[in-house]
């Protein structure tokens, strides 16, 4: 068979600092569109401060996870969470991205953690995840435009 | 050339809660069946709490592994292992995940952590890995069927 | 459109034992070599002490990510960078990793975290980053010999 693949941008501009987007059904919408029966999709956060994530959509989860990347990955403009927060901070008490003006060190850091794409399969025209696989945009220093490409690849 | 894919789904359920299993050689069998010999091999993990690592196939850095990530990533379900992976649990000392009565919240994280899947380079029919690259299936919540799917595309 | 592939393998000797060493523009000159207009990219290390990140080219944040993975990745050939550093060590206080007489056994738990490949959308012949998104091979234990692979798939 010949290759085929589409390409499709979405935009977001949460309104909180950080969020997580279900874009499950936007990815499914790209795969639909390319009319790829097999192949691959990969969806990627355009920003260095963002990335994607596959797991449950469950509103606990997420809460959980945005707590957990606060401490792993603390943010300076804002009291550590605790000891492990404080530590986990640069030594100088805040990163050295922010001596040109920044203040989102940490959404890099959770970027990295994170990681800013997934490559999924597709497989008879439809996303092949399990039961419990969602598709998450993970922002991290959101309130304004940021983009993400969906491309789509295959037979 | 025309492009071709192929696909392989895998099951495990393993004997411990959390396992690494090595999957080198059926990756390398799904490529070997698929009769490509230049593309690109995903293997994903088809759940929320399993991943999938590229390392060492040492059994002392697996075991290194499962200790940090312990702390990292703290399970509520045993007392946590020092004051990091205290700290690391949520404020309440337990997942809001778990209100649902569920108690795999810590798998969840590690699932963020090693990354549900990976993309492996396929040059001249074989896996193009480097000498001391081996692939794991990562279980976080084992004793159970969990499945993983490869998927093969190139030329 | 039939498919094509273009592989590229390229060498790093870093000078210091940790580095980020900006790739962009070999993956672009990967992806120009190929004529591949529409498709994907996968750079991929090849050691399993090494990883591949996409971020912003700002040495700053270089610096905060190198002294925030020695913190949650320890090595143990040096004191430990505060009381989190410690924790995150094995309880014995060093790798069960060295047993074999090796001491990278941080440089193993980085790669965890970083991730030892990355896939990017290729988009009328160039890579399609958004303006901040640089490639970086992430070294953890240089000063020798190491590779990493490019290869680029598509029409």
Redesign the interface.
Known sequence: ?????H?VYKTFATEQRRAFVRITEDVQDAVSESSIA???V?V?????TAGV????D????L???L??LD???PPSWRPP?????R??L??SGD??????GEDN?DA??K???????????V?AGRL???P??AVFYAEFDGRRRK?L?I?V???
């Open positions: 068979m010949f290759v085929t693949t390409t097999e192949g691959m990969l990627s956060a355009m920003h260095i994530w596959v797991n449950d469950e509103p606990g989860i809460e959980d996870t707590e957990w401490k792993l990955a969470a605790n000891d492990v927060a530590e986990l640069p030594d990163y050295r991205h922010h001596r040109g060190g890099h850091l970027n990295l953690l994170v990681h800013h794409q997934v490559v999924l399969p497989t092949d995840l399990g419990w696989q983009r490409v491309k690849m295959g037979e």
